[in-house]
Structures are given as C-alpha cells and as structure tokens.
C-alpha cells in the first residue's frame, strides 16, 4: 500500500493562478481531509468528505474547492491564489469506524 | 480563547527525564481526544487517543480532565527518538472537525 499520496511535493504560484493539489489514498477511507499548516502553527482544517460525492467546509474553506468524485481521489482546488495561501498542505484519510487519520507527505505551497 | 492551547516550548530535557506536556480546550462538549507526534517537516502521525479513564502506552501517559478543560501527556524516560513537536487535538464540535494546537516542541539532549 503507498497510503496517502500527495502531488506536487512543491510549487511556486504567482498571485491570481490557479492550480489543483492532488491527493490520492490506496486504503479504501471513506473519510478524507486537507488541512494547511502556517509556519509555527497547527493545522487547519480546509474542507472534509465523508465519501464520494459529499464534501462539507471546514476551519478555512474560503479560497478553495474541492470534488470527490471517487473513493481514492480528494483534489483542492486554489482558483485565485494569494500570498494568504502560502502554506504546507496535508491530506489525510481514514476509516469511517477509527478516528486515526493516515496523513500524507504534505506539498509545501509559496504564492509570490 | 483559542480553541486548543498548548504551552509551545521548547521543552528541552536530558535522556531518561520525565516531561509532561498540558492541552487546554475551549468548547466543553468536545467528544474526543487526541495527541499526534510530527518530525520537523514532516507529516503528523497518531501517538494515542486520550480516553476518559486514561490510557497508557509502554512510556507514553495520556489523561483526560473534562471537569478542568485540558489533557495532557506524560512521558517517561525520555529518548533521543523522542524529539518532535507533539500536536493536541480536540473534535470540539463533530469527529471530523479536528482542531489542532499549535504543538509543544521537545527536544531530548544525550
């Protein structure tokens, strides 16, 4: 099993693009998360989904969307990036019967 | 107040030490509890869930005071394998809103 993949490890942005954060995991979770961590910080939870198809707001949605369109796959979406999203962003996944959540290796995000 | 307090530290102890770290929360109807081990730059991972009636694992301590707020984690005969920021975290309003503190960071020194 490879867990929880995380695409890119890095990416530079410029102010106004957009891009997509792709997470990936191979443990058959109904439950997956993306959360942001700042510098110093704990992580924030950006947005949930307890299976395809369904997805609710967390923490700190605005700025992001995202789609499940199936079990394996929970992309974040950035439509307008902004210095404010400058960030390491986690994905996480779990089962729906324990409450320990596999995180995935992070992608660290600069928006300049 | 914020959600979830932690003291940041550093905490920095010798081998063999015993260190206690203390968490804090906000909302009172929070259901569960948590504390997560992370390394510096990587991902968090599980340490142990917090029960009610106190959980332990092999060195690690985790108790739970609902009356009081807060739970801490206590561990004992620190190792050097031991250093990372450890991350409380509490579902203050449903177990899949996961609030994180901002973590106390250990470093264990030979």
């Known amino acids: 099993n490879a867990g929880v993949t995380q695409t890119p490890k890095f990416r530079i942005l410029k102010i106004g693009q957009s891009m997509t954060l792709q997470c990936a995991q191979d443990?058959?979770?109904?439950?997956m998360y993306w959360y942001r961590q700042d510098p110093g910080m704990g992580l924030k939870l950006i947005y949930y989904?307890?299976?395809?198809?369904?997805?609710d707001k967390g923490e700190v949605p605005n700025g992001y969307n995202v789609s499940r369109s199936t079990t394996e796959d929970f992309p974040l979406r950035l439509e307008l990036a902004a210095p404010s999203q400058t960030s390491v962003y986690f994905c996480?996944?779990?089962?729906?019967?324990?409450?320990?959540?596999?995180f995935g290796p992070g992608t660290r995000l600069t928006v300049t | 107040r914020k959600e979830v307090e932690q003291d940041p530290g550093p905490f920095n102890v010798p081998e063999g030490a015993t260190v206690a770290f203390n968490c804090t929360y906000s909302n009172s109807a929070s259901q569960s509890f948590f504390w997560y081990r992370q390394d510096c730059r990587k991902e968090p991972k599980l340490l142990m869930s917090v029960y009610s009636s106190g959980n332990e694992d092999g060195r690690f301590t985790a108790q739970l005071n609902r009356a009081s707020q807060y739970i801490s984690l206590l561990i004992r005969d620190s190792k050097l394998s031991d250093s990372a920021t450890y991350l409380c975290?509490?579902?203050?309003?449903?177990?899949?809103?996961?609030?994180f503190g901002a973590g106390t960071r250990l470093t264990v020194k030979p």
């Open positions: 975290v509490v579902t203050p309003y449903n177990n899949n809103d996961m609030r």
């Open positions: 443990m058959n979770h109904n439950y």
């Open positions: 996480a996944s779990r089962l729906a019967v324990t409450y320990e959540q596999y």
């Open positions: 989904s307890v299976g395809a198809g369904i997805t």
